[in-house]
Nanobody, 122 residues
Framework: QVQLAESGGGSVQSGGSLSLSCAIS????????MGWYRQAPGQAREGLAS???????NYGDSAKGRFTISLDNPKAILYLQMNDLKPEDSAMYYC????????????????WGQGTQVTVSS
């Protein structure tokens, strides 16, 4: 059974940084795609970044230039480093994953974590 558990959210001032973590378990041998989304109140869930086990990365427009996705493969922990945070980055952030390599310009959808809240104050 695939399980995802996010951590690392919190409150930060505008211009600050946060690093989110997602512990992934339950994937057997084979390729998989992992990613990060966010959802602010009243808004649609937004794909931010994806990374697969072949190393292919994709970033959504909101993440380009400020966010970096990475994977600690031995520990099976997915990270999202977020720099120069702005109040509009405030949202619930979710980790997601699916079997197989990532589809170009798309984000994984099969399995989800519970989310971690990020609040950026001005």
């Amino acid at each position: 059974q695939v399980q995802l558990a996010e951590s690392g959210g919190g409150s930060v001032q505008s211009g600050g940084s946060l690093s989110l973590s997602c512990a992934i378990s339950g994937f057997g041998y084979g390729s998989y795609c992992m990613g990060w989304y966010r959802q602010a109140p009243g808004q649609a869930r937004e794909g931010l970044a994806s990374l697969d086990t072949d190393g292919h990365k994709n970033y959504g427009d909101s993440a380009k230039g400020r966010f970096t996705i990475s994977l600690d493969n031995p520990k099976a922990i997915l990270y999202l480093q977020m720099n120069d945070l702005k109040p509009e980055d405030s949202a619930m952030y979710y980790c997601a994953a699916e079997n197989g390599l990532c589809v170009a310009n798309d984000f994984p959808k099969a399995y989800w974590g519970q989310g971690t809240q990020v609040t950026v104050s001005s």
